[in-house]
């Protein structure tokens, strides 16, 4: 069975910190993807990674997706109260088959 | 355009009975996938519907059911429900297949089910 396994599974920060999301796996993965998902809605997608090593920005976030393809992170710098939410990482195993959710990052950032 | 629709948002249900939830993809979008979300087992993957054929199944027993009708809509039937049915279902729609290398899912909010 393949899993994507999160952490830290909760964070509670002061505005203005940084901090960091990891999302790590033993298998290899085609494709990553992050999701935030904001209390009574629905995921909603950030970014997807593909390539080994692929760094991508958003604003003040910072995803990577690991040369191996089997672990990623997700970086905020100087966090804001807006960023509060559950953070999933999604990955599409490289033998196919299902998107696989990690079990989240509930991230509050306290003003 | 309009987003993912479902329907009913919040429901209670006792044991034994049987619930039915809907869901209407953005328009266009072929693939329908539901999810399990609950607190600490993150979100776990149902089923995935494209053109009215299920295409993937989780590891979910016979009571969770599907289906999907000709102009993309989904539904999924629980029967018999157990306590610990109570979660919030997800659906997400898609234009690809999914899993895809560079397909977005397009999640509703929900429909929250507690089973008392």
């Known amino acids: 069975t393949q899993l994507l396994e999160q952490s830290p599974q909760f964070l509670s920060i002061q505005e203005g910190e940084n901090l960091t999301v990891y999302c790590n796996s033993s298998?290899?993965?085609?494709?990553l993807q992050w999701y935030r998902q904001e209390p009574g809605e629905g995921p909603v997608l950030l970014v997807t990674?593909?390539?080994?090593?692929e760094v991508k920005k958003l604003k003040r976030l910072t995803f990577q997706f690991g040369d191996a393809r089997k672990d990623s992170s997700l970086h905020i710098t100087a966090a804001q109260p807006g960023d509060t939410g559950l953070y999933l990482c999604?990955?599409?195993?490289?033998?196919?088959?299902?998107?696989?959710f990690g079990q989240g990052t509930e991230l509050s950032v306290k003003p | 355009k309009a987003g993912v629709t479902q329907t009913p948002r919040y429901l209670i249900k006792t044991r034994g009975q049987q619930v039915t939830l809907s869901c209407s993809p953005i328009s266009g979008h072929r693939s329908v996938s539901w999810y399990q979300q609950t607190p600490g087992q993150g979100l776990q993957f149902l089923f995935e519907y494209f053109s009215e054929t299920q295409r993937n199944k989780g590891n979910f027993p016979g009571r969770f059911s599907g289906r999907q009708f000709s102009n993309s809509r989904s539904e999924m039937n629980v029967s018999t429900l157990e306590l610990g049915d109570s979660a919030l279902y997800l659906c997400?729609?898609?234009?690809?297949?999914?899993?895809?290398?560079?397909?977005?899912?397009?999640f509703g909010e929900g429909s929250r089910l507690t089973v008392l």
């Open positions: 999604a990955g599409v195993s490289a033998q196919g088959g299902k998107l696989i």
């Open positions: 298998s290899v993965f085609s494709s």
């Open positions: 997400a729609s898609s234009s690809h297949r999914v899993p895809s290398n560079t397909g977005e899912l397009f």
């Open positions: 990674v593909v390539t080994g090593g």
